[in-house]
């Protein structure tokens, strides 16, 4: 490429950060997940004021040679808005703090995102993006598939430290939207006897609305791997099956980031089943889906890339897709239910109720 001035030499420059930033994107994840397994979060939590580095290196135990790789670490983690730096009130001195987002990351906090940056940056979930060119050649073959010779699915249950991680990830993510539903969003829930929770995993999601509603039975339904070591209690019980096959009876059925995973054929058949083990509207039947809802015009362009980068992955790990609304109105008019209802109140997801 010529460049005739300087005008088009910035923008030949600013063109190369644009493509190294994001070849790059990925080193800023690892940097992040090696924080996590260092326990850096707490360390700068429990230090109560600004750590400075040589007290955290202190802090992790290690030799004070690495304090230059703590630093530099340390340096593009603040660069990315992770940690911040503070002054510390007797002295000119400054240290690291947390800021929003490390704080999602604190081990024992209710809407700590850590097992899920552990199972997103897992290899079993990496391996497969160096396989993504088997979706333009192999007619029948996703990536995942290419990578482990099986499905996501297959693989957890045949591996179960990475089931663990798995249902760790999910878990703290039902911690993290419940946290928000039964404060928010209670009235979703109001007036039901019973709740089926469709791909429950370790029952954190009935747990909670069990918690906000004692008098409604809420029932965790997942495959027999998942809850086969899993134990109920007085409001909550554990069902293994197939969604494909059956779905228990009850007056609403929850699907939280199931429909996702899964092709709009198999989503369909999904629905008809849920249908058919609702009462009907008038007696209070309904589906809540929790999943995204794809906006492209809303102006929040960090959001929007967070759901692009959402249905990539499902493209590479499984056979499902993110949806438009128009998308998703398709499928529920396909599988018999008559009108939806769109709550934009979780982030990245909104929540979809829809009645037959």
Same mark, same amino acid.
């Given at each position: 490429?010529e460049?005739?001035?300087?005008?088009?030499?910035?923008?030949l420059?600013?063109?190369?950060a644009?493509?190294?930033?994001?070849?790059l994107?990925?080193?800023?994840?690892?940097?992040?997940?090696?924080?996590?397994q260092?326990?850096i979060?707490?360390?700068?939590?429990?230090?109560?004021k600004?750590?400075?580095?040589?007290e955290?290196?202190?802090?992790l135990?290690?030799?004070?040679i690495?304090?230059p790789?703590?630093?530099?670490?340390?340096?593009?983690?603040v660069?990315?808005?992770?940690?911040?730096i503070?002054k510390?009130h007797e002295h000119?001195?400054? @240290?690291?703090?947390?800021?929003?987002?490390s704080r999602?990351?604190l081990?024992?906090?209710?809407?700590?995102?850590?097992?899920?940056?552990?199972?997103?940056?897992d290899?079993?979930?990496v391996?497969?993006?160096h396989?993504?060119s088997?979706?333009f050649?192999?007619?029948e073959?996703?990536?995942?598939?290419a990578?482990?010779?099986?499905?996501?699915?297959?693989?957890?249950?045949?591996?179960?430290?990475?089931?663990?991680?798995?249902n760790?990830a999910?878990?703290?993510d039902?911690?993290f939207v419940?946290?928000?539903?039964?404060?928010?969003?209670?009235?979703i829930?109001?007036g039901s006897?019973?709740?089926?929770?469709v791909?429950?995993?370790?029952?954190?999601?009935?747990?909670a609305?069990?918690?906000?509603?004692?008098?409604?039975?809420c029932?965790?339904?997942d495959?027999?791997?998942?809850?086969?070591?899993?134990?109920g209690?007085?409001?909550?019980?554990?069902?293994?099956?197939?969604m494909?096959k059956?779905?228990p009876?009850? $007056?609403?059925?929850?699907?939280?980031?199931?429909?996702h995973?899964?092709?709009?054929e #198999?989503?369909?058949?999904?629905l008809?089943?849920?249908?058919?083990?609702?009462p009907?509207?008038?007696?209070g039947?309904?589906v809540?889906i929790?999943d995204?809802?794809?906006q492209t015009?809303? @102006?929040?362009?960090?959001?929007?890339?967070?759901?692009?980068?959402? $249905?990539?992955?499902?493209?590479?790990?499984?056979?499902?897709?993110?949806?438009?609304?128009?998308?998703? #109105?398709k499928?529920?008019?396909?599988?018999?239910?008559?009108?939806?209802?769109?709550?934009?109140a979780?982030?990245?997801?909104?929540i979809?109720?829809v009645f037959p």
């Open positions: 490429m460049i005739n001035n300087g005008d088009a030499a910035k923008e420059l600013e063109a190369q644009h493509v190294w930033n994001h070849t994107n990925y080193i800023t994840s690892m940097s992040l997940k090696c924080a996590v260092l326990s979060p707490e360390i700068i939590y429990n230090h109560t600004p750590i400075t580095l040589s955290l290196v202190k802090a135990s290690i030799p004070q690495r304090s790789y703590v630093y530099r670490l340390m340096r593009i983690l660069h990315s808005g992770f940690f911040a503070g510390i000119l001195e400054e @240290g690291y703090v947390l800021t929003p987002s999602l990351l081990k024992n906090s209710v809407t700590n995102l850590s097992p899920f940056l552990l199972m997103i940056t290899p079993v979930i391996t497969p993006f396989f993504m088997a979706l050649q192999e007619i073959t996703i990536p995942v598939e990578a482990h010779g099986t499905s996501l699915w297959n693989y957890c249950a045949q591996h179960p430290e990475f089931n663990k991680v798995f760790d999910m878990a703290c039902a911690n419940t946290s928000v539903i039964v404060k928010e969003c209670k009235t829930f109001e006897q019973s709740l089926l929770d791909g429950g995993g370790t029952g954190t999601v009935a747990r609305i069990s918690a906000a509603f004692p008098s409604m039975r029932t965790v339904f495959l027999p791997h998942v809850v086969s070591n899993l134990k209690s007085e409001n909550i019980e554990f069902v293994a099956g197939d494909f059956t779905i009876s009850a $007056d609403i059925i929850l699907l939280k980031w199931i429909m995973d899964w092709s709009d #198999e989503c369909v058949k999904i008809k089943k849920c249908r058919e083990a609702i009907s509207k008038d007696k039947g309904k809540i929790i995204i809802v794809i015009e809303n @102006g929040k362009y960090e959001s929007t890339e967070s759901q692009l980068c959402f $249905d990539i992955l499902m493209m590479v790990c499984v056979t499902g897709k993110e949806r438009t609304e128009i998308e998703w #109105e499928l529920f008019l396909e599988a018999g239910f008559t009108s939806y209802k769109i709550t934009n979780l982030g990245l997801r909104s979809i109720e």
